[in-house]
Antibody
Framework: QVQLVQSGAEVKKPGASVKVSCKAS????????MHWVRQAPGQGLEWMGW????????KDAQKFQGWVTMTRDTSISTAYMELTSLKSDDTAVYYC????????????????WGQGTMVTVSS | EIVLTQSPGTLSLSPGERATLSCRAS???????LAWYQQKPGQGPRLLIY???GRATGIPDRFSGSGSGTDFTLTINRLEPEDFAVYYC?????????FGQGTKVEIK
């Protein structure tokens, strides 16, 4: 079945970077956009951006431009999200979610989500 | 950017009652590309409704979505104990893929 499995929880100091992975299985990894969404404790969902795993093209939400990097390794069907210059308010659960089929004429919602990765930023 | 505003913030109801949740968009959502997600404590979101009114795989028929343009509604008929959770709407017509702030459905 279609599944996204994310890397484990991280604890980082302010100013550090974190890289979260998302391994896809059960479908053609390069056939669907991968999105990243985060959720601060007790807060709502915040979309961060997407990556086209086929081309490597990315689109980041304006808020994250310049300090989030989305990459992928097609040989192991894994997407990555790296956030730099971490601050305490980057403490959140980070999710990957499968988006639309690449090349489709319409967009899709997020049918499949990873289990989430808790990133704690604390001195 | 399309801003989604959900109301009410919290809905206090008893099992067996009907829940009506609203999601209003700051501009028309093209192709009715509006989804609803359910999130329980400690879990990730689960897709309930897409295309404003289509039920995702495995979603019970007590969940229904309606609306178009800028006004959308999620209705949960005959609330079951497992339905008490937070619900988010999302537009996926364009980037950024914005979410509403959520409606918490709690047991009265």
């Amino acid at each position: 079945q279609v599944q996204l499995v994310q890397s484990g929880a991280e604890v980082k100091k302010p100013g550090a970077s974190v890289k979260v992975s998302c391994k896809a299985s059960g479908y053609t990894f390069t056939g669907y956009y991968m999105h990243w969404v985060r959720q601060a404790p007790g807060q709502g969902l915040e979309w961060m951006g997407w990556i086209n795993p086929n081309s490597g093209d990315t689109k980041d939400a304006q808020k994250f431009q310049g300090w989030v990097t989305m990459t992928r390794d097609t040989s192991i069907s894994t997407a990555y999200m790296e956030l730099t210059s971490l601050k305490s308010d980057d403490t959140a659960v980070y999710y990957c979610a499968r988006g639309s089929r690449i090349g489709a004429t319409t967009n899709d919602p997020f049918h499949v989500w990873g289990q989430g990765t808790m990133v704690t930023v604390s001195s | 950017e399309i801003v989604l505003t959900q109301s009410p913030g919290t809905l206090s109801l008893s099992p067996g009652e009907r829940a009506t949740l609203s999601c209003r968009a700051s501009q028309s959502v093209s192709s009715n590309s509006l989804a609803w997600y359910q999130q329980k404590p400690g879990q990730g979101p689960r897709l309930l409704i897409y295309g404003a009114s289509g039920r995702a795989t495995g979603i019970p028929d007590r969940f229904s979505g309606s609306g178009s343009g800028t006004d959308f509604t999620l209705t949960i008929n005959r609330l079951e104990p497992e339905d008490f959770a937070v619900y988010y709407c999302q537009q996926y017509a364009s980037s950024p893929r914005t979410f509403g702030q959520g409606t918490k459905v709690e047991i009265k």
